[in-house]
Structure formats: structure tokens, C-alpha cells
């Protein structure tokens, strides 16, 4: 089982409307959770961070953790062509000196 | 300076040659980090710095991978005798020192062998 688990998509949704991108992981004791987004041939840039269940709300994008169930998600609202990259999820566990943990993203398009 | 600076951009070289690749952490942050990204997949963790010091090696693929810091700033990534699997884009990010605080990555170096 990986560590951080992503559906790979691609993910396509109507310019508009809203894209869910959900992402389950594996250990417990994960502390720290973080979602970054990765234009085609561009480094990761971070979009959010999260540390409490309940939802975290920043402009369009809120996240949204369940520790119990192990799972974070992103919602993006009223999605915009622009929005159309690859979404990685990454987690921060204990004694592991902060290193992140990543999933193999999930490849948003946001259609016309 | 404002981001994470890295260089070169871009390197081509020969197999069995040794490179060298540069970062420059965001001022004000202690932590930094290395990760590879290979073509297609996801990101890959090679070494941790807090400070000059590096408690966290654990990712370095072999030994012909090694880093160093000093003075709390710039970090140097080598890799020796270079083969075609270490083609990849090599991604460095730097943090505040407190644990769990966001990473902000460079722009990376696209490293290839021939």
C-alpha cells in the first residue's frame, strides 16, 4: 500500500463548475497535510495547508480533512481553464525530520 | 532572495561525469530539502538540511549522491559518476525551521545524461 494514494485522473470538469480531488493516506499518526499544484514542466506551488479536521477555506480552493477516515481532499470552485494542472497531495509524519510524503497527483482539465 | 533560487536551469551531460547542483534557499528559512522527479512520476525525497547539519539522509539513492550546506544558506547537491538513470528534474525547497511548516520549492534542475 502507498503511502499517499492519488486516482490519477485525468479529472475533467466544465469551466465553472467544481473539481473534487481527494487523496488517502496510509499512516495514522500523520500530522500535517499540504496541497500543491504542478503546471506541465514547472516545479510544485502551494496551495494549501491543513493540520485540523474540518475545512480550511482560502478564495476558491477550500481542503478538507478527515483524520479519522484518513482521507484530505481539495475542492476548487468555479474552475477555470488555468486551474488545468497536476494536483499533488502531501503529508508530514512524525520523526520523519519534516520530509514530505507525495502522491503521484491527480491531472486536472478544466474544459471549456 | 524571494523564492528558491536553483541552478543550472538545465544540465546535459556524459555519463560517468560528476555534476554539481545548486540551491539557494528562500532568506530567513533554516530547513531544506532535495527531491528528484523523474519523468512522469512523483516526487522523490533525497535529503533533509536543518541548518548546516543533515539528519535525514535516508533518500540518497547511492553513494554516488551527496550534499553539503554551509553557512546556513546555500546547498550544493553532487552526484558522481553520473548514469542515465539519474536523469530527472532535481527539485529543492526550503522551510522555516519550526516541523510541519510548508515547503516552497524552486524552479528545479532538469538534469539529463547522455
Known amino acids: 500500500q502507498k503511502e499517499v494514494e492519488q486516482n490519477s485522473g485525468p479529472l475533467s470538469v466544465p469551466e465553472g463548475a467544481i473539481a473534487s480531488l481527494n487523496c488517502t493516506y496510509s499512516?495514522?499518526?500523520?500530522?500535517?497535510f499540504f496541497w500543491y499544484r504542478q503546471y506541465s514542466g514547472k516545479s510544485p506551488e502551494l496551495i494549501m495547508s491543513i493540520y485540523s479536521n474540518g475545512d480550511k477555506e482560502d478564495g476558491r480552493f477550500t481542503a478538507q480533512l478527515n483524520k479519522a477516515s484518513q482521507y484530505v481532499s481539495l475542492l476548487i470552485r468555479d474552475s477555470q481553464p488555468s486551474d488545468s494542472a497536476t494536483y499533488l497531495c502531501a503529508v508530514i509524519n512524525p520523526g520523519t525530520a519534516s520530509k514530505l510524503t507525495f502522491g503521484t497527483g491527480t491531472r486536472l482539465q478544466v474544459t471549456l | 532572495g524571494a523564492g528558491v533560487s536553483q541552478s543550472p536551469s538545465n544540465k546535459v551531460t556524459e555519463k560517468g561525469k560528476d555534476v554539481e547542483l545548486r540551491c539557494d534557499p528562500i532568506s530567513g528559512h533554516t530547513a531544506l530539502y532535495w527531491y528528484r522527479q523523474r519523468l512522469g512520476q512523483g516526487l522523490e525525497f533525497l535529503i533533509y538540511?536543518?541548518?548546516?547539519?543533515?539528519?535525514?539522509k535516508s533518500g540518497l539513492p547511492s553513494d554516488r549522491f551527496s550534499a553539503e550546506r554551509t553557512g546556513e544558506s546555500v546547498s550544493t547537491l553532487t552526484i558522481q559518476r553520473t548514469q542515465q538513470e539519474d536523469s530527472a528534474v532535481y527539485l529543492c525547497?526550503?522551510?522555516?525551521?519550526?516541523?510541519?511548516?510548508?515547503?516552497?520549492f524552486g524552479d528545479g534542475t532538469r538534469l539529463s545524461i547522455l
Open positions: 525547497a526550503s522551510s522555516f525551521s519550526m516541523v510541519d511548516q510548508p515547503q516552497h
Open positions: 538540511f536543518q541548518g548546516n547539519s543533515a539528519p535525514d
Open positions: 499512516d495514522r499518526v500523520s500530522q500535517s
